[in-house]
């Protein structure tokens, strides 16, 4: 057998966060205790919102201008979204939209989520989510266009793209399932460090991921490498992860997981997943859900569609 040219290439270790990192995370009886993080708009906001995507209904999404917009409405209700992002607990389920027609709807997100902050195109600024009959299993293709459930993870496995928040927008629910999950990345940092402090450590290694975004070649994929938990001066203690992706990754690249690999991703697997630790909810038609995706681990459990309307969720990235 000849040798794998991969071997060689040393598995970068980075230097574990301080506990204080860990001090905004939360379980899933604390976020409830929590209310800023769901924003029910006030009929006259939705209105402001609804007139404002009206006035630039001729404009593609890809160019509508967040800045051009009268009133306080929009950049009020941006800048309160972008506070519990950044610096709160990182999640927002904003309803009050019902009703409201598909393109104009559209236009609405896409207005807020350039006021939030600043949209990523990597995929399209809206990537329609939805189940394309195709199996991530089979092919090297987003779990979003499946109709499994997608784990707990964060979006994006390119080391060059990472979106600072991610939007779904809830056009069409689905039939039976397809609810979102939630779940503190800080709260399970904390839980590792005092439960298995070998396996946190294990999570600050390099990790290999396969490549799904656009514009990369198979080549690149020793390349594409990064650990599960991070931690630096312009973020603090952030997470990157998709299990499969990683496994995905490493299989490609000849480079097996070792068994302590794999039991330190299973405990954070588990503690993702634990119920004191999740929170779930399902999106109506109108609502929109916004998670920090450095410091948030995120979910849908899978879904059967009504073949008739069929599940259709669409969701942005943005850098705050």
């Known amino acids: ?58 404009r593609p999404v890809e160019q509508l201008d967040a800045r051009d917009q009268p009133g306080a409405a929009l950049p009020e209700l941006a800048a309160r979204v972008r506070h519990i992002l950044a610096q709160g607990c990182g999640v927002v389920w904003l309803r009050g939209l019902p009703g409201v027609e598909e393109p104009l709807l559209r236009r609405i997100y896409g207005l807020l989520a350039g006021c939030i902050g600043t949209p990523i195109d990597t995929y399209g600024r809206q990537y329609d989510v939805h189940d394309s009959g195709r199996s991530h299993l089979a092919q090297a293709i987003p779990v979003s266009q499946t109709n499994a459930e997608t784990s707990f993870h964060t979006d994006s496995s390119s080391v060059r793209v990472e979106p600072d928040a991610v939007g779904l927008l809830c056009v069409r629910r689905a039939r039976h399932g397809g609810r979102s999950l939630v779940s503190s990345a800080r709260r399970a940092h904390a839980c590792l460090r005092t439960a298995d402090p070998r396996a946190l450590q294990l999570l600050y290694r390099d990790y290999i991921r396969d490549l799904v975004t656009p514009g990369l070649q198979a080549t690149d994929i020793i390349a594409n490498r990064f650990p599960v938990f991070r931690w630096d001066q312009q973020y603090g203690l952030t997470l990157r992860y998709m299990r499969y992706w990683i496994e995905k990754g490493h299989e490609r690249a000849g480079l097996a997981l070792d068994a302590d690999e794999v039991a330190a991703l299973d405990r954070l697997d588990a503690l993702l997943g634990a119920p004191e630790h999740v929170v779930g909810f399902d999106l109506d038609p109108g609502d929109m859900l916004w998670v920090n995706n450095r410091s948030v681990a995120h979910n849908r459990t899978s879904y059967e569609d009504n073949p008739d309307s069929p599940r259709l969720m669409v969701r942005m990235w943005i850098n705050l």
């Open 1 to 58: 057998m000849a040798p794998n040219p991969n071997a060689a290439v040393p598995r970068q270790a980075y230097p574990l966060a301080p506990a204080a990192e860990e001090a905004s995370g939360w379980d899933a009886a604390a976020l409830m205790r929590e209310t800023d993080w769901q924003i029910d708009l006030a009929a006259a906001c939705a209105a402001d919102l609804v007139q404002a995507a009206s006035r630039q209904a001729e």
